[in-house]
């Protein structure tokens, strides 16, 4: 744990170090995206963080190398610099889409660059957890495919999420720690020879990056992290989850303290279901539109908050709220009995519903409801 910690405070160092330079070079230069309708911003701010948390990823990565107990990721495995290599493509995609603002269609292709750089040198699916058995999945052009394809889809998932003052920072933080306390505890009780894990560094680094970078990207912002730093998160959390999910073949998770197989694959779509649920819903809407899924809107869950009646800072604290319910909601079933679990959640689930919707349902009080008035 130490170790992993450790990693997690340089990320966290480096990157709000490199976030500060990001910031004073990107107002100096004046790097400044054109505002845009659905902006929640009304003055100029430089999109550049995306660089100060991939600086703080590279730097604990390169530590990490030669680090004892985490140096054993590396040995003969060449699945971290894979994944360093596709977040270095997705940092440059991201960054020109920050300052040039590209089509769409572009933008998709460089993420899918990416993602099949992670998937034919660093991480693929192998495995896809099911009842009662797992679906192992022996061809390799399947595997890199199914893998790029949620690579591309979380990234883009973080990307939508990216709409106010440091969400997409907080969530990460919040489901990161969640995953890395889940991976770390997998590994911590296994009968192993070697227990480090690369999904428990790679999350810890997130981690770590976004503490840093968070601190710059509070309401009112000084940076923002642009599609450089949102499609690296994406990029990361996704190959974590890949990793820990390619672990059960090896019958790591088979009932280990009571973790049910199945929890791996869940416990990622727990951690990122905020994003993916704005991401659904956003493809839906633009869609039935007859517009392109990736044409960009004011129409996403953080907008709705706004729209209730939220401030800027209580949406994002209310997201943060259920991000956590989400992700130590799925954390609890690896610790405590099931049906214990199920229960809490489901009541955490209903309080956070009332609480969400409170603006609305008071503004359709029994006055409006009757159609009286006060």
């Given at each position: 744990m130490i170790m992993y910690l450790l990693m997690m405070l340089t990320a966290a160092i480096v990157s709000y170090a490199a976030t500060w330079g990001a910031r004073l070079a990107g107002n100096k230069l004046e790097l400044f995206a054109p505002i845009r309708s659905r902006d929640m911003h009304s003055t100029p701010v430089s999109r550049l963080g995306g660089l100060g948390i991939f600086a703080g990823v590279l730097v604990a990565l390169i530590v990490a190398r030669q680090s004892f107990f985490v140096k054993d990721i590396f040995r003969n495995n060449a699945a971290p610099w894979g994944v360093l290599a596709g977040a270095v493509l997705i940092v440059v995609v991201g960054l020109a889409d920050d300052l040039l603002d590209l089509r769409w269609w572009i933008k998709l292709i460089g993420q899918s660059a990416a993602a099949f750089v992670v998937a034919v040198w660093g991480v693929r699916v192998t495995?896809?957890?099911?009842?009662?058995?797992?679906?192992?999945?022996?061809?390799?052009?399947?595997?890199?495919?199914?893998?790029?394809?949620?690579?591309?889809?979380?990234?883009?998932?973080?990307?939508?999420?990216?709409?106010?003052?440091?969400?997409?920072?907080?969530?990460?933080?919040?489901?990161?720690?969640?995953?890395?306390?889940?991976?770390?505890?997998?590994?911590?009780?296994?009968?192993?020879?070697?227990?480090?894990?690369?999904?428990?560094?790679?999350?810890?680094?997130?981690?770590?990056?976004?503490?840093?970078?968070?601190?710059?990207?509070?309401?009112?912002?000084?940076?923002?992290?642009?599609?450089?730093?949102?499609?690296?998160?994406?990029?990361?959390?996704?190959?974590?989850?890949?990793?820990?999910?390619?672990?059960?073949?090896?019958?790591?998770?088979?009932?280990?303290?009571?973790?049910?197989?199945?929890?791996?694959?869940?416990?990622?779509?727990a951690v990122l279901f905020l994003p993916l649920l704005d991401l659904c819903l956003a493809v839906v809407r633009r869609t039935a539109l007859g517009r392109s899924p990736w044409s960009a809107d004011r129409g996403h869950l953080h907008h709705k908050l706004l729209d209730i009646g939220y401030s800027h800072r209580t949406a994002v604290v209310l997201m943060y709220l259920w991000t956590c319910v989400l992700a130590f909601g799925g954390l609890a079933f690896v610790v405590f009995p099931w049906q214990i679990v199920l229960a809490v959640d489901l009541a955490a689930t209903a309080v956070m519903a009332v609480v969400t919707a409170w603006p609305y349902l008071r503004q359709r009080g029994p006055g409006q409801m009757t159609g009286t008035q006060e």
């Open positions: 495995i896809v957890p099911f009842i009662p058995e797992p679906i192992v999945i022996e061809n390799d052009t399947v595997s890199i495919v199914l893998t790029a394809g949620l690579i591309v889809t979380t990234m883009n998932a973080f990307n939508f999420i990216d709409g106010l003052d440091g969400l997409a920072a907080g969530v990460a933080i919040i489901g990161g720690a969640a995953f890395f306390l889940t991976a770390y505890w997998v590994h911590r009780s296994a009968v192993l020879l070697d227990r480090s894990d690369l999904a428990t560094l790679l999350t810890a680094i997130v981690v770590g990056g976004c503490l840093g970078f968070l601190p710059h990207n509070w309401f009112p912002s000084k940076i923002f992290m642009g599609d450089s730093g949102a499609m690296l998160i994406g990029l990361l959390m996704a190959s974590a989850g890949i990793v820990s999910t390619g672990q059960i073949s090896s019958g790591l998770y088979d009932r280990l303290n009571g973790i049910p197989t199945i929890i791996p694959i869940l416990l990622p779509f």
